[in-house]
């Protein structure tokens, strides 16, 4: 959590940029994916750790409360969700890429919108989960949304399939089809967004509606 | 290896410091092969000097933001026209 004075609240999907300069003056820029949605001036995200990287072990694993941080956003008008949109909604995320996406599910939550939601999410093991609790919670309490997960390293008790990546099969069984023409948000490590969106637009949704936001990783 | 990049919507961040609007949300004509779309849609490459952005479908260059000292330089040959909804 990061209280940014003078935020002002964000679209649910942007992003910000956060800039980290050491003491010699080197400068690192990220971008991060915003998890939380609506008015504020409280900003949520969640960051995977990649043990090389320059910034991200930072934020996990060294930051203190009342630390500091040059940010700057909120940023992007296309990778979003508004409450006013009506059409269904297929939701794709891949690891942390679920993130943008969880803040379309809370926006849809908050704002009581009848939009029928449908997130499939892939993810290493059932620890690895962004948010288990809430999404489960959202899953049971709502009509209007469907909670779907693709384990890729290793399944829950009782799991009826094999550890597996995202397939042609699992994206028929599970997401909205191209007949309904839903607007579909795929968020990911690259190969992961370019391999779903392959796969989507041979399915027959339209490319156009078909909207990704790729993550380099570092 | 072709080194792995991410969208358009990267460049909605270093391109507010050039632009008065989320230039993103923006649709570029391709001067590659013609294509309309928005640059949300662009592969974007980074490396230490800026952001190499090409077209999705044909991988032309569409633009290029180099940072100097003293700014940025932004090289827009790539692209032929930008629609910006007002």
Same mark, same amino acid.
């Given at each position: 959590m990061v209280d940014v004075p003078g935020w002002g609240g964000n679209l649910a999907g942007q992003h910000l940029d956060l800039r980290l300069t050491a003491p010699d003056g080197y400068t690192a820029v990220r971008s991060y994916s915003i998890a939380s949605a609506g008015p504020g001036d409280r900003v949520e995200l969640a960051v995977d750790k990649?043990?090389?990287?320059? !910034?991200s072990p930072y934020l996990v694993d060294d930051i203190q409360k009342g630390d500091e941080l040059e940010l700057r956003g909120?940023?992007?008008?296309?990778f979003v969700w508004k409450p006013e949109q009506t059409e269904s909604v297929q939701l794709i995320g891949g690891g942390s890429g679920v993130v943008p996406l969880i803040a379309m599910v809370r926006s849809h939550a908050a704002s009581g919108s009848t939009a029928p939601f449908r997130l499939l999410y892939s993810v290493?093991?059932?620890?690895? !989960?962004?948010f288990a609790d809430e999404l489960r919670a959202l899953a049971e309490s709502s009509p209007y949304f469907d909670l779907n997960f693709v384990y890729t390293r290793a399944v829950p008790a009782n799991w009826p399939s094999k550890p597996g990546r995202i397939s042609r099969e699992i994206l028929e069984a599970s997401t909205y089809p191209a007949s309904i023409s839903p607007a579909v948000f795929v968020c990911g490590p690259t190969g992961f967004v370019e391999s779903v969106a392959n796969i989507l637009v041979a399915l027959g949704h339209e490319p156009t509606s078909v909207k990704t936001e790729r993550f380099g990783g570092k | 290896m072709m080194p792995r990049h991410v969208d358009g919507n990267a460049l909605a961040g270093p391109l507010s410091d050039l632009f008065a609007?989320?230039?993103?949300c923006a649709s570029g004509r391709c001067v590659g092969c013609g294509d309309v779309t928005v640059l949300a849609r662009a592969m974007v490459y980074e490396d230490e000097m800026g952001f190499v952005a090409r077209c999705h479908?044909?991988?032309?260059?569409?633009l290029t933001v180099v940072r100097t000292a003293d700014g940025a330089w932004l090289d827009l040959?790539?692209?032929s026209g930008l629609h910006v909804a007002l």
């Open positions: 990649f043990p090389d990287g320059e !910034v909120p940023l992007g008008g296309w290493r093991t059932p620890q690895d !989960v962004f | 609007f989320d230039v993103t479908l044909c991988d032309s260059m569409l040959q790539g692209i």
